[in-house]
T-cell receptor, first 109, second 115 residues
Framework: EDQVTQSPEALRLQEGESSSLNCSYT??????LFWYRQDPGKGPEFLFT???AGEEKEKERLKATLTKKESFLHITAPKPEDSATYLC??????????FGKGTTLSVSS | DVKVTQSSRYLVKRTGEKVFLECVQD?????MFWYRQDPGLGLRLIYF???????EKGDIPEGYSVSREKKERFSLILESASTNQTSMYLC??????????????FGPGTRLTVL
């Protein structure tokens, strides 16, 4: 049973077309939720950590939010350079990170 | 900035060879991790270490071993490489103690091909 599910698997946007990526989780005792960006052929790059429901973090055109069951990564007015795979991971008490399979975002000009 | 480096970006080995993948971090982090990443399967944890000379199995340890003789260095060893170990291997480190709420920082990855 998947503990971290990301949707959609792939998302195509036009430049400037805002949207959201979803990460839902079923783990108990959440100790943190993490968002990463991964470019093809490279290692994941850390973006945000969220610890409690209601928390929000922002970085440039990205804003991450957290509820008790899911997190959203909102992308406002995306640019082609935002094209990447976005990974979500959760830290359950006493274990290493559990990763979702990612959402591949393509932004065309 | 945290820097995690991996010894090779690309590696080609033959079936049955012993393969060493090296990872070094420069931020005095306690925790280090080895993952493999395959299309459709995402990131899967192979082994991790919370301290020097200490190791814990992850989700897919079969066919792999690890070594952590120094705090900054974590090695992944394929005792006898097989074609199903062709993959992208990613090393990561995080600062805190076991179970801590720490983000992990990743290296650039090693693309290993076993022929």
């Amino acid at each position: 049973e998947d503990q971290v599910t990301q949707s959609p698997e792939a998302l195509r946007l036009q430049e400037g077309e805002s949207s959201s990526l979803n990460c839902s989780y079923t783990v108990s005792g959440l100790r943190g939720l993490f968002w990463y960006r991964q470019d093809p052929g490279k290692g994941p790059e850390f973006l945000f950590t969220l610890y409690s429901a209601g928390e929000e973090k922002e970085k440039e055109r990205l804003k991450a939010t957290l509820t008790k069951k899911e997190s959203f990564l909102h992308i406002t007015a995306p640019k082609p350079e935002d094209s990447a795979t976005y990974l979500c991971a959760v830290n359950q008490a006493g274990t290493a990170l559990i990763f979702g399979k990612g959402t591949t975002l393509s932004v065309s000009s | 900035d945290v820097k995690v480096t991996q010894s090779s970006r690309y590696l080609v080995k033959r079936t049955g060879e012993k393969v060493f993948l090296e990872c070094v971090q420069d931020m005095d982090h306690e925790n280090m991790f080895w993952y493999r990443q395959d299309p459709g399967l995402g990131l899967r944890l192979i082994y991790f270490s919370y301290d020097v000379k200490m190791k814990e199995k992850g989700d897919i340890p079969e066919g792999y071993s690890v070594s952590r003789e120094k705090k900054e260095r974590f090695s992944l060893i394929l005792e006898s490489a097989s074609t199903n170990q062709t993959s992208m291997y990613l090393c990561a480190s995080s600062p805190g103690l076991a179970g801590a709420r720490d983000e992990q920082f990743f290296g650039p990855g090693t693309r290993l091909t076993v022929l």
